[in-house]
């Protein structure tokens, strides 16, 4: 076994024998259908601690020649596969990571060098009846082992974009790199696997790209992959459950990455780091400094701010990702950079509608730093006034709930415009963002003869707090607004709920820009 060629099953051990492994080796079943093939080439994208090295490693320890793995699979569930056996432990496996290479190296040409005399050294180790004649062309170095071993290699490449993200502004680097791989792997024979992963689909040049042979996994298409992207909810759920967690304040922090209906995604680091803590906290985040994000939501693109403002205030966003060129500096527009943003892990994207939002709590936070060292201080002062809200809503104190959604709504009117219940939606999410901090919050519930526009209902720490089922109306009246509540039966979607209900009536009157509301106490 070499560090680089066939580097054995080392890393992946480490990760079985880890306190909390969740078992993803059902992503060799779609490798394996794609040995070999037309479609070999997979580039995987995902955030940071989203999995991807660790996925690499599995790979390397299923294919590569060097040892026998069986009696680490065995019990995984790829073993129960019809083509496990086929492939395990049958091939040449290059494991490399990029970011280590680049690290060693002053420019990329160097990074390419050490690349090319790494792997030929190693393989000289196993084929030493091979004349190599001195050379470090890793083409014609595969080519010549391929020809005498009849063994395809398996290349997984980790921090395939590190360069990208390093060198963003050196773009003749960044083209001596894409041509490298090009020539290195794009039609090659030997090739009988070659997988990728980073956090960027791979770079675009106009509307082409120099690695079209790959077949990309991403955060907005992530295809076949889907379930290897971080963690389900029946994996989470069992997970709290073994280490007696809170299943639902798990959810409000970690989950949220959706890409399509009913397939919810939590990010693993955080998860993993909360069930061994017991506490839930800011894990994810803390891997990279809130300035990252801030740097991009700076950016004075027309509408950014304002879309931003909205997500925080619960409400999903439209975007085009199509124009999105893969890479950290080339932004034309506000939906370039929440394309980048959905990549790094900072939005959710979801495919069929074409929309995008901040999926969990742990991200919100972050995006409350950025917004408060950029000093969006009319949206800072609504969220650090939110718990005065909040607390008059408990009093039942109508008017200053009025006043407070008002002062709200004053200091942000370029982007929260009121046309409809949902504009309206987001102005009071907004104005109670702190309510998060103790409810649960549903939006346009499904409830009795329609929709309760919103519901707050109290987290398993704050049993003592009473649920909230808010109505919204424009140019009518707060009283009609609990009116409706009554008779369209909202409550019955409450019936389970034991503890005291407040009924909040909001009214907007467009004529004067004024407030009203009405709270009414209901005692279960």
């Not at 970690?254 to 993993?272: A, C, M, R, W």
Request: hydrophobic share 35%; net charge negative.
């Amino acid at each position: 076994m070499g560090y680089y060629v066939n580097p054995g099953s080392d890393k992946f051990q480490i990760s079985l024998n880890s306190e909390i492994y969740v078992d993803k080796s059902d992503i060799i079943t779609q490798t394996n259908r794609l040995f070999r093939t037309e479609r070999r080439f997979i580039c995987v994208s995902r955030p940071r601690r989203f999995g991807k090295t660790m996925a690499a490693n599995m790979l390397t320890a299923y294919y590569g020649t060097g040892e026998d793995t069986h009696e680490l699979f065995k019990s995984l569930k790829i073993a129960q596969h019809p083509t496990y056996k086929q492939h395990l432990n049958q091939y040449h496996v290059l494991m490399l990571n990029i970011q280590e290479f680049l690290s060693r190296g002053k420019t990329v040409e160097d990074m390419l060098d050490l690349l090319a005399i790494k792997v030929t050294e190693e393989l000289k180790a196993i084929y030493s009846e091979i004349n190599y004649d001195q050379t470090i062309d890793i083409i014609q170095v595969m080519k010549d082992t391929y020809q005498l071993s009849k063994k395809p290699f398996v290349i997984l490449i980790d921090e395939w974009d590190c360069l990208f993200r390093e060198f963003k502004d050196d773009l003749d680097s960044q083209k001596v790199y894409l041509e490298f791989l090009r020539l290195w792997l794009k039609d090659q024979a030997y090739i009988g696997l070659a997988y990728m992963t980073g956090i960027l689909p791979i770079k675009k040049y106009g509307t082409q790209s120099a690695l079209n042979m790959f077949k990309e996994y991403s955060m907005t298409n992530p295809g076949r992959f889907l379930d290897y992207f971080g963690f389900s909810n029946e994996e989470v759920e069992s997970l709290c459950h073994e280490h007696v967690l809170d299943f639902s304040e798990m959810r409000n922090w970690y989950n949220g990455y959706f890409i399509e209906l009913g397939k919810p995604i939590y990010n693993p680091k955080s998860v993993v780091s909360s069930l061994e803590d017991g506490v839930f906290d800011s894990y994810w985040n803390k891997t990279e400094t809130y300035e990252s994000l801030r740097d991009y939501i700076r950016l004075d693109f027309d509408g950014l701010r304002d879309k931003v403002t909205l997500m925080l205030a619960g409400d999903s966003v439209e975007v085009n990702i199509d124009l999105f060129t893969n890479d950290m500096r080339t932004f034309d527009s506000a939906d370039d950079v929440l394309a980048l943003l959905v990549h790094l892990g900072y939005l959710a994207y979801h495919r069929e509608s074409n929309t995008i939002r901040i999926p969990n709590e742990e991200v919100k936070k972050e995006f409350v730093n950025s917004m408060q060292s950029l000093k969006w201080n009319n949206v800072i002062t609504a969220i650090k006034a939110s718990n005065k809200l909040l607390d008059a809503i408990w009093n039942q104190d109508g008017e200053t709930v009025a006043k407070g959604i008002e002062k709200v709504h004053e200091e942000n009117t370029s982007i929260l415009q009121y046309n409809d219940e949902n504009s309206l939606s987001c102005v009071l999410s907004l104005a109670l963002y702190g309510a998060k901090d103790y409810y649960s919050i549903l939006r346009e519930l499904p409830s009795g003869k329609g929709y309760a526009d919103l519901v707050f209902l109290p987290r398993k720490k704050h049993l003592d707090k009473p649920a909230i089922v808010v109505e919204l109306k424009w140019d009518a009246s707060a009283i009609s607004a609990i009116d409706q509540i009554k008779m369209k039966n909202y409550l019955t979607t409450l019936d389970e709920y034991e503890g005291n209900l407040l009924l909040v009536g909001v009214n907007y009157n467009k004529q004067d820009k004024s407030h009203s509301c009405r709270i009414e106490e209901v005692v279960k």
